[in-house]
């Protein structure tokens, strides 16, 4: 099964209003100087390049992903801010184009990992570069719930929990990569946010929009299989009385400096 990352509407749904609230804590926990130059890899639909223009004072923003859909979805949110978009991967990045390069819930996604923060560090040869990831095994529980049910149904889904396929999204596994890419002075954090949905039908809807890889397996299942997953998921989950849940969601955070 392959990941989708194509309807920027739909990625923002699912996964893009939760990134936001992550962005500005991740840009103040940064506590970079005004006046830099950012490049925001895997930009998708804009909620780290956004938190950088509202919070760090840049003197110029580089947005870039793969993702057409997800680029001129960004393009229309931030229409009129000082910031310039461009299709393309990490390794795309041009070399020596900015002090700060940063990465939002991309680097687990990409198929060489090292080769990715290669070219952030070649981005940044003399600055920062920092990323921030879900922590997908533990407290992000939106995910961790939807995995949960669908690998106590489907056999299958266990290699495609996002737990199994990213090992990479935890803390020691994040300062090995940097540490071995070169990077110096090297930290790790936790981002915890709130993550509140109206009513199940917020929580549940966005899992069938194809965009992400939960989304994608939900569009494998058929229409009996989709029924049983969303029934294990709402009795998973703890409703409040006036109907609204509240989950908690955790990102892990990593910096290093060039040497």
Known sequence: ?????????????????????????????????????????????????????????????????PSAGFVEAARRRL????????????????????????????????PDPAAAVAAMVAAAPAGTVAAYVWDYAGRMQLLRTFWDVACSIDVTAIDLDEAQRFPLCEPSALTELWERSGLTDVGTSSIEVDTVFADFEDLWTPFLGGTGSAPAYVATLDAPARDRLRQGMQRMVHTEPDGSIRMHARAWAVRGRVA
């Open 1 to 65: 099964m392959a990941d989708r990352w194509s309807d920027g509407n739909a990625y923002e749904h699912f996964i893009g209003r939760w990134s936001r609230q992550v962005a500005p804590r991740f840009v103040r926990w940064l506590d970079l100087p005004p006046g830099l130059r950012w490049l925001d890899l895997g930009c998708g639909t804009g909620a780290l390049t956004e938190a950088v223009l509202d919070g760090a004072a840049p003197t110029a923003v580089l947005g870039m992903d």
């Open 79 to 110: 229409d009129g801010a000082p910031v310039e978009f461009r299709v393309g991967t990490a390794e795309d990045a041009p070399p020596a184009v900015a002090d700060v390069v940063v990465s939002g819930l991309m680097l687990n996604f990409t």
